[in-house]
């Protein structure tokens, strides 16, 4: 057994070393990356990499970010004004820098396909297009009775037309829009959280309403009970290029 065990670990071991090795471009002058080397990377990643070839070039970057980023970082990044620019990338500088731009457009691509989703259900849930809704929830939805359906069709709709989806904001690869109200009785939030792939679309309580903020506002005069508390979660993915309701939560 121990024979058997000891090369599946050195391969194991082998692979992991083979595949997340990358964490700057120190050797993309003289070693071509594949996409197996960079499908854990993000989107962030994949562009300060990408740069980093120019930096190591001494390159004059016209973006403040970056041209901060590599002087605070690197004592080897010392920028050439004389040199008007006027660099030549060899072969497998090339070649790593348009995969690694690739892969960053992959990831662009993703987030407008996301948003464009995101439009497309909230039309279908407007428009009762029932065709159109089940494409979306039918595989986490199948064995729900009617009335269960129904009901998560309607929250969905509740919680999308709450969203400004156009409004969603991104850092790297994660989205988020996120609203609260107050409707008098329970403090509420509504949101949309986005890491790659996955989205997730939620309601949740998460207090009392500020009309029950005096001491007073428990003892008399009023129905508000904890155990009314409720929150529910959607989890989505996009699936070719498609949104896919992946499984539904709630507790409350």
């Not at 064995?143 to 850092?171: M, P, Q, R, S």
Request: net charge negative; charged share 30%; hydrophobic share 35%.
């Amino acid at each position: 057994m121990k024979n058997i065990l000891l090369p599946l670990i050195i391969i194991f071991a082998f692979t992991q070393n083979t595949f997340s090795q990358i964490k700057n471009c120190s050797e993309c002058d003289s070693k071509k990356y594949s996409e197996k080397d960079i499908n854990h990377l993000s989107l962030l990643e994949l562009k300060i990499l990408r740069n980093e070839i120019f930096a190591r070039h001494q390159y004059v970057f016209k973006n403040d970010r970056l041209k901060d980023y590599f002087l605070n970082k690197y004592d080897w990044y010392k920028p050439n004004y004389k040199s008007e620019n006027k660099i030549e990338l060899n072969n497998f500088e090339k070649e790593n820098s348009c995969l690694f731009l690739k892969k960053e457009n992959e990831k662009v691509e993703l987030k407008k396909t996301i948003i464009k989703e995101l439009e497309i259900f909230l039309t279908s849930l407007s428009e009762n297009d029932t065709s159109k809704i089940n494409s979306v929830i039918s595989n986490a939805t199948k064995d729900f009775n009617i009335e269960h359906k129904n009901a998560v069709i309607t929250e969905l709709k509740d919680i999308l037309t709450k969203i400004n989806i156009k409004g969603i904001h991104w850092y790297n690869e994660n989205g988020l829009y996120k609203i609260t109200t107050d409707d008098g009785y329970f403090l509420n939030e509504t949101s949309i959280k986005i890491k790659g792939k996955e989205i997730i679309l939620s309601y949740k309580d998460i207090g009392h309403s500020e009309l029950l903020s005096d001491e007073t506002a428990f003892d008399f005069g009023n129905s508000y009970d904890s155990i009314n508390e409720y929150s529910s979660w959607y989890t989505f993915e996009i699936k070719s290029n498609k949104l896919v309701l992946i499984e539904h939560q709630a507790a409350g």
